[in-house]
């Protein structure tokens, strides 16, 4: 008998006791087990087998099948779809964390040999890497193309717009943000109106992200806890409707193995529908999302585009649907093959 | 082949359906089980592939002393059993090809061998025009007819079979019984219950005889 049987990883012992001897009337005659001519193969095959055999029983509900896959997409979509909006604020967030700048607003009547001056005078201190001065000409006309007030800005018959400084400090290039001594400093400056640093609703932000994503992870496990509950039930009805099945499989020496293997591979198959429908779910919604987000970077000029899943995410994703479709069939038969025993 | 010593079977209830049954068969013997319906014929069949434990008394199968049979070897004690039920237990969705491949596929047999070993057995039952069909289309005698294929296509040293002709006509019952015999020639041990006196007594084979779960008679015909 060879060990590669499937039946044979669990019911071979060493203690066999050894077949008694043949009469020779019984010699047409051999018993199941010395002459099964399987192999690693034949067993391979056997997975396929199951493997389509499985979806072909899918099949043959399609619909029932089709919305007990859509509830797991639902399900797996949630937390997914909330995973990939945070990544994408969490990736906009660190675009202008990046820069730390210093605004500084000059007064309205500075003129501008004071303010080239002035952004000379700044740019000798070691402190400060870069100047860069916008006059209120260039703010006017930045304003008026990217804003699309054009209209409203021909009523005003003066330049409302002071003149910038905006100031990289030293520090930016090392990653951490300016010292508040040197946001004071700075205000103090003569012609100086106004030093605006305003990190501060940026490290809000970002620990709400934080927030946000520890709840979407608890929303997740929760989630994922509804997929083991809805295969785990799927499969329990399965089980139920093919008792006579597993009651005539046993009763002709089959292996729990090999009783269980059909219904696991409903529920792989539960959980790759499922996830595969969960990533068209979010991959529909960010498509949606895309014009309208696109729109609004605009008029933050920013060149930010909405990310949606890429290869790793989206393996992720399947991988994850797959084993809560395997976990919660496994929950289910071994709690409920048990309970069947042939009559 | 077939040994039981002192057997006992007790149900949760209290019941007693076997009182201290001992016989034995031997390998390639065809023997018969009667009795009145409730005198534990069911229960006895069912003690030989493990369907049921026995309460109390040694089974001993092929060599095994089922007692001891620890419950993952289960699968091997039933795949060297066939066995024949008299409501058929035929599987409604699937053919009479797949029916009686099925202990075949349980045992890991390569796709061609499963073929080849079904047409056989289909052919050996005078079925193998049917494989296409499904259960429901067939009669009862048929329908038994793949019961029995199904219970022999794998070769098992032992064939059980209960009620085989509860559901037959008097001539179906007889071609039935024919086959047994066929296969009992060839070496298999054969252990059939039925009621069916009459028959029983043409067909001339040794016969054990419950009564309330006792063994009360083991009669060898005269030849």
Same mark, same amino acid.
């Given at each position: ?51 389509? !055999? ?39 967030? /660190? ?79 090392? #990653? ?65 409707? /093919?008792?006579?099945? =597993?009651? =005539? ?16 591979? !409903? ?34 000029? !920013? ?22 479709? *395997?976990? #919660? ?13 042939? /009559? | ?5 002192? $057997? ?71 795949? !060297? ?44 039952? #005078? ?46 019952? *007889? ?6 015999? @066929? ?28 009564? @309330? ?6 009669? $060898?015909?005269?030849?």
């Amino acid at each position: 008998m060879k060990m590669s049987r499937p039946a044979a990883l669990r019911t071979t012992t060493p203690h066999r006791p050894p077949p008694a001897p043949r009469p020779p009337a019984a010699k047409l005659r051999t018993s199941s087990n010395s002459g099964t001519p399987t192999g690693s193969q034949a067993w391979l095959l056997h997975h396929f087998y199951v493997l389509f !055999s499985s979806l072909g029983h899918f099949a043959r509900a399609p619909v029932q099948n089709l919305m007990a896959a859509a509830v797991i997409g639902v399900a797996l979509a949630l937390p997914s779809g909330f995973y990939l909006l945070l990544e994408n604020v969490q990736v906009l967030s /660190r675009d202008w964390g990046g820069t730390m700048q210093i605004s500084l607003f000059l007064q309205p009547e500075a003129t501008p040999e004071e303010i080239q001056r002035l952004s000379e005078q700044l740019y000798q201190r070691p402190d400060i890497r870069s100047v860069r001065v916008i006059m209120p000409e260039q703010a006017l006309e930045e304003y008026r193309t990217l804003s699309g007030f054009a209209d409203a800005l021909t009523a005003l018959n003066q330049n409302p717009l002071p003149a910038v400084l905006v100031i990289q400090p030293t520090s930016a290039t090392q #990653g951490t943000p300016p010292t508040q001594a040197l946001v004071d400093d700075l205000a103090k400056l003569p012609s100086v109106e106004i030093a605006q640093y305003d990190m501060r609703w940026l490290q809000r932000l970002s620990a709400m992200i934080e927030t946000a994503k520890r709840g979407v992870l608890v929303l997740a496990g929760l989630l994922a806890l509804t997929v083991l509950l809805v295969v785990g039930n799927t499969i329990r009805l399965s089980i139920q409707h /093919r008792r006579e099945e =597993i009651e =005539i499989n046993k009763l002709f020496g089959a292996t729990d193995s090999f009783i269980r293997r059909p219904f696991l591979y !409903s529920g792989f198959w539960y959980g790759l529908l499922g996830s595969l429908i969960a990533w068209l779910l979010v991959y529909a919604s960010f498509i949606l999302l895309q014009t309208p987000v696109q729109q609004l970077m605009a008029l933050y000029y !920013s060149e930010f585009t909405l990310m949606s899943f890429d290869l790793r995410s989206s393996l992720l994703l399947l991988g994850v649907g797959i084993l809560l479709g *395997l976990g #919660g069939a496994w929950l289910a038969v071994g709690r409920h093959l048990k309970d069947i025993k042939p /009559r | 082949m077939i040994t039981f010593t002192e $057997v006992v079977k007790r149900y949760p209830n209290g019941y007693e359906a076997l009182k201290h049954i001992s016989f034995h068969i031997d390998r390639g013997e065809m023997v018969f089980l009667t009795g009145h319906s409730g005198a534990g014929k069911s229960t006895l069949l069912r003690l030989i592939p493990l369907i049921e434990r026995c309460t109390a008394g040694q089974v001993l199968v092929n060599g095994q002393y089922l007692g001891r049979l620890a419950n993952s070897r289960i699968p091997d004690l039933r795949r !060297s059993i066939g066995m024949t039920f008299q409501e058929h237990r035929l599987l409604a969705d699937r053919t009479v090809f797949d029916n009686v491949a099925l202990p075949l596929v349980i045992a890991g047999f390569r796709h061609q061998e499963i073929r080849r070993r079904v047409r056989a057995a289909l052919d050996k039952v #005078g079925l193998l025009n049917k494989e296409k069909s499904y259960p429901i289309t067939l009669s009862s005698g048929q329908q038994q007819r793949v019961g029995i294929a199904r219970a022999v296509v794998h070769k098992p040293p032992v064939l059980l079979a209960d009620e085989p002709t509860g559901n037959l006509d008097p001539a179906m019952a *007889l071609e039935v019984m024919a086959l047994f015999r @066929e296969f009992n020639r060839v070496g298999v041990t054969v252990l059939i219950a039925s009621h069916a006196l009459n028959l029983i007594k043409c067909m001339g084979c040794r016969t054990l005889i419950l009564q @309330e779960g006792s063994l009360i008679d083991d009669t $060898v015909p005269q030849s």
